[in-house]
């Protein structure tokens, strides 16, 4: 029985990482959208109130993550790269808070 729990107790134990883990990066995702590159002076998103339309409506195009790592860190069309200005890390949270807001 006592193994039962312990079991139990790591399964809710490593949800709830999983849960603050992803939380932290929805946080730092927002924080790089709106401040570090302030991707709302070109693109919309209604999860953060921007509602540029020079670049993509990205609550319309529903971009996947994998999409936004390869658009931030390369660049497209006039979007400029975010490599080297942006760590692996932000690219990454920006892209997952990106995805994540524009696929509810």
């Known amino acids: 029985m006592k193994a039962i729990y312990l079991v139990l ?3 809710l ?3 709830n990482i999983n849960i603050l883990k992803a939380d932290s990066k929805m946080k730092m995702g927002l924080e790089v959208y709106n401040n ?7 693109h919309t998103l209604s999860a953060t109130g921007s509602a540029a339309e020079i670049g993509p409506n ?4 529903k ?5 936004i790592i390869l658009a931030v860190t390369n ?8 490599e080297g200005i942006l760590t ?3 690219i990454e949270a920006v892209a997952y808070f990106v995805s ?3 696929n509810k």
Request: charged share 10%; glycine share 8%.
């Open 63 to 67: 971009p996947q993550i994998s999409q």
């Open 36 to 42: 570090k590159a302030m991707c709302g002076s070109c």
């Open 13 to 15: 134990f490593s949800m």
């Open 9 to 11: 107790f790591l399964i």
């Open 88 to 90: 692996t890390e932000e």
């Open 100 to 102: 994540t807001s524009s």
């Open 75 to 82: 660049g497209i069309g006039v979007m400029p790269s975010f």
């Open 58 to 61: 990205l609550d319309q195009i």
